[in-house]
């Protein structure tokens, strides 16, 4: 008996609903594999992103707007009715507020949260166990139900509590977008400043390709006609300024000193000017988490201070390696100009140097060290 799935068409409603009935399961398994090779979803989409989806639809089933219809032979078609699914896209109508634009990953978002929810997000949300892909929806699509302001900040950000499926959650909006030529801060005059909301994203999703677990969600979506940075709201947790001020040590140095290896590394990577205690947060259980990247990602091809270089974790610098003018281009060049990512390319170039030297002369065990990771890009524990 086979499977067929709908394959042609070119508009955003043809393209969604191919997206939807593969990750839904309609598809056989040489069909989806073919989809997952085609032109379709390598001009839109990665594989990763294609599964990610996939594994949060196939726990609850094939969707129930997709409807089986028999035929001669005993093959089965899916299909799914188009009227239903534009019915479904038009109840979304805040798709153009939550995300930047009216794209096919806004359609496919729309689509699967109107006629496929899913069915365990409460318990996993209750779990603090969400994957890096639901946080990230949770906050594109999660309906802002109030915000108030954050007293820590020269960004003036909010704090948001958001509503999706159930669950409930806050989140960090930054708005901030301002450029001068030259501008006067607290440690002096700094040239071609730039105060920026998307720097926070181009950070997260550097931090996914790195493998960092260190860097929590942030999306683009408009908040209140305003484009705007959300970060997924870091719960039970204080700021590095605060353990210092109440002396607490950490129970475990040694993990601690390596977090914070890894926390200098980032640091130097993104040119950070603004890399101040408060924007070091600190969970329970000790896990490191660094946020707001508003006044980074700077023209300087130079590290900021080398000095602050002590050790590296290997799969961080081993993902430095691999960071090239091509590969960042493809991911952050909505956030990130041209003369940024190839600063940021040549200060990811000079990391590896740097300890590639340390580690002649003092040996590998002396300048590396290996942090535990998780499967998930963002890390967990949010």
């Keep these: 008996m086979s499977q067929s799935c709908l394959l042609s068409g070119n508009s955003w409603e043809t393209d969604a609903i191919i997206l939807y009935q593969l990750i839904g399961g309609a598809c056989g398994e040489k069909t989806q594999t073919a989809i997952l090779r085609s032109n379709f979803l390598s001009r839109r989409f990665t594989s990763l992103e294609v599964l990610a989806l996939r594994e949060q639809v196939t726990a609850v089933g094939i969707p129930k707007k ?7 032979g005993g093959d089965r078609t899916y299909t799914c009715h188009r009227q239903e699914a534009k019915k479904q896209f038009r109840m ?26 899913l069915a365990n997000w409460a318990a996993t949300a209750n779990d603090q166990s969400l994957s890096c892909a639901q946080m990230e929806e949770f906050l594109r699509m999660g309906k802002i139900r109030q915000q108030k302001g954050i007293p820590k900040g020269v960004t003036l950000p909010t704090r948001a509590t958001l509503e999706y499926n159930g669950v409930q959650h806050d989140a960090a909006v930054q708005t901030v977008n301002i450029a001068k030529a030259s501008y006067q801060t607290t440690k002096g005059t700094e040239l071609n400043f730039k105060d920026y ?33 959300l970060s997924w709201w870091v719960n039970d947790s204080m700021m590095e300024i605060d353990r210092e001020n109440r002396k607490l040590r950490p129970p475990d140095l040694d993990s601690w000193n390596k977090q914070m290896y890894a926390v200098r590394v980032w640091h130097q990577l993104i040119f950070d000017t603004d890399p101040n205690l408060t924007n070091i947060l600190i969970t329970k259980d000790w896990q490191i988490w660094i946020i707001d990247f508003t006044r980074a990602f700077r023209l300087n091809k130079n590290l900021r201070d080398p000095k602050d270089l002590v050790q590296c974790d290997r799969r961080l610098l081993a993902k430095l390696r691999t960071l090239d003018k091509d590969v960042l281009k493809d991911k952050l060049s909505r956030w990130l100009t041209k003369s940024e990512i190839e600063a940021l390319a040549a200060r990811a170039a000079k990391i590896v140097d740097f300890f590639d030297k340390e580690t002649a002369a003092k040996g590998e065990g002396a300048v590396l060290y290996d942090i535990p990771r998780t499967q998930q890009a963002c890390g967990t524990g949010l």
Excluded: D
Excluded at 100 to 116: E, I
């Design 197 to 229: 909301w998307g720097y926070n994203v181009a950070g997260y999703e550097l931090a996914k390709i790195l493998e960092l677990n260190m860097v929590p969600p942030y999306v683009e979506r408009k908040v209140g006609g305003n484009e705007a940075a």
């Design 92 to 117: 979304k109508s805040q798709i153009r507020e939550t995300l930047p634009t009216f794209s096919l990953h806004a359609v496919a978002v729309a689509l699967l949260a109107s006629a496929c929810p």
């Design 66 to 72: 997709i409807k089986e219809k028999g035929s001669k």
